[in-house]
C-alpha cells in the first residue's frame, strides 16, 4: 500500500466552484475506494473530468473494507473517520480530502478549469445553479446515502432471522422510497437534476446515481423505482465515463448483476 506523505501546508480552496486551472505536468492522484455506492462517485467524477482534461491522471489503491483496511493507522492519517473514499493530492502538496462530497467539491474545483461540471461566474445564474448543486449533493449525502445505507445493513445483516429486524429494515426501505419520490418531483419534466431547461450533468447526478443505481441492493425492484428516476439512471448508464466509474477498483458483483439485469434484487444472505 503506497501512502504518500501528508504536509501541513493547507491553501484555501472554496472561494467559488472551479477556479484553479490544472497545472501543465500533473502527478497521478491517490484515490482510496471501494466498489460501493459511495465508493464509486470518486472515480465517476475523475473518469468524467478525464474527458475534458486529459492530463488528469490518478492511482486507485483498493480498499478491503471487510477486512477493516480502512480502519488502520496508516489509512487513519488521510481519513481520521476512517471510511472511504479518499484523496491525497500531490500537486497540492499532499494534501489529503476525506468525505464523498467533499472530494467531489474539491476535484471540481481544482481540476474542471472549463466548468464542465459547473458554470462560470460570467453566467449571471451560476451562483444559483451552484446552490442548486450544492442542495441536491447535501440532500444525495445526508438523504439517500444514509438511508439506503442502512437498509442495506439491516436487510443484508438479516441472517437467517438472526439479526432480522423487520421495523428497522422497513423504516429504512420505506424512508429510500420516499426519497426517490423526491427525486421524482425533480426529475418527471428534467434529465438532470440541476441546470437551466431539462438541466445539465453535474456534481449532483453523481452524488446521488451510484446509489440509485444499485436500488436492487437494498431489495428495492425496478418496478417500486419512479419512472422519471429509472429513465434518469438510465441516461447516466449512457455515459462511458459513468460506467467506468462502476466498474472501479474493479467491477464487483453488484455492478454485474445490476447491469446485467435492471431489476435484479440482491437476496438476502442465508444463516
Known amino acids: 500500500m503506497i501512502l504518500p506523505s501528508l504536509r501541513s501546508s493547507t491553501p484555501s480552496l472554496f472561494r467559488s466552484f472551479s477556479t484553479s486551472r490544472a497545472r501543465s505536468i500533473m502527478q497521478p492522484l491517490q484515490v482510496y475506494t471501494a466498489g460501493t455506492p459511495n465508493g464509486w462517485t470518486v472515480p465517476i467524477c475523475l473518469e468524467e473530468l478525464k474527458k475534458v482534461n486529459p492530463e488528469l491522471k490518478w492511482e486507485i489503491h483498493p480498499i478491503n473494507i471487510g477486512q477493516n483496511q480502512q480502519k488502520e493507522d496508516w489509512f487513519l492519517k488521510i481519513n481520521p473517520n476512517g471510511r472511504i473514499p479518499a484523496i491525497v493530492d500531490p500537486n497540492n502538496g499532499d494534501f489529503a480530502v476525506f468525505e464523498t462530497s467533499a472530494i467531489l467539491l474539491y476535484l471540481e474545483k481544482k481540476y474542471d478549469p472549463d466548468h464542465v461540471l459547473s458554470w462560470p461566474s460570467s453566467n449571471p445564474q451560476a451562483d444559483n445553479l451552484r446552490s442548486e448543486v ?95 428516476v429509472n429513465k434518469w439512471v438510465d441516461r447516466l448508464l449512457e455515459r462511458d465515463a459513468f460506467v467506468a466509474g462502476l466498474k472501479t477498483p474493479s467491477e464487483g458483483p453488484i455492478v454485474k448483476n445490476a447491469m446485467a439485469n435492471r431489476d435484479w434484487v440482491a437476496e438476502m444472505p442465508k444463516e
Open 134 to 228: 450544492l442542495q441536491w449533493m447535501f440532500f444525495a449525502h445526508g438523504g439517500i446515502a444514509a438511508m439506503q445505507g442502512q437498509a442495506n445493513h439491516f436487510r443484508m445483516q438479516g441472517l437467517g432471522g438472526k439479526n432480522y429486524i423487520p421495523y428497522a429494515l422497513n423504516r429504512y426501505i420505506d424512508e429510500t422510497k420516499r426519497l426517490y419520490g423526491v427525486l421524482d418531483l425533480r426529475l418527471k419534466d428534467r434529465d438532470y437534476l440541476v441546470g437551466e431547461g431539462r438541466g445539465k450533468f453535474t456534481l449532483a447526478d453523481i452524488r446521488a446515481g451510484g446509489w440509485v443505481f444499485s436500488h436492487g441492493f437494498a431489495g428495492i425492484p425496478r418496478s417500486e423505482v419512479p419512472d422519471s
